[in-house]
Nanobody
């Protein structure tokens, strides 16, 4: 059974950094785009970043552009989210997701959560002011 497991969340002061990891098990997602989403209390889940299968193309929400970097290591079946210059408004539960419903080796990422079919359980990120 395929699983995505996030780790690396925690409490950090504004201006600090965190690196989230998302490890896949049970199947490989190396042929598919992967994404990160987040959900703050009382708000809807929102897109954060996505990366195509090869890692060559990435896409970011405007709110995190220039501060967050998504990357992947297909040999380790793992996706990362490096978060720098964190702000209190980045506080949320962060989820990684796999877009394996599309054909393999797609070169365009999708930014809607409904397009992703595998999800992790989430990791809490709290940024204090």
């Amino acid at each position: 059974q395929a699983q995505l497991v996030e780790s690396g969340g925690g409490l950090v002061q504004a201006g600090g950094s965190l690196r989230l990891s998302c490890a896949a098990s049970g199947r490989t997602f190396s042929k598919y785009a992967m994404g990160w989403f987040r959900q703050a209390p009382g708000k809807e889940r929102e897109f954060v970043a996505a990366i195509i299968w090869s890692g060559v193309k990435t896409y970011y929400a405007d709110s995190v552009k220039g501060r967050f970097t998504i990357s992947r290591d297909n040999a380790k079946n793992t996706v990362y989210l490096q978060m720098n210059s964190l702000k209190p408004e980045d506080t949320a539960v962060y989820y990684c997701a796999a877009d394996s419903m599309r054909r393999p080796f797609a070169t365009v990422v999708r930014t809607t959560s409904d397009d992703y079919d595998y999800w992790g359980q989430g990791t809490q990120v709290t940024v204090s002011s």
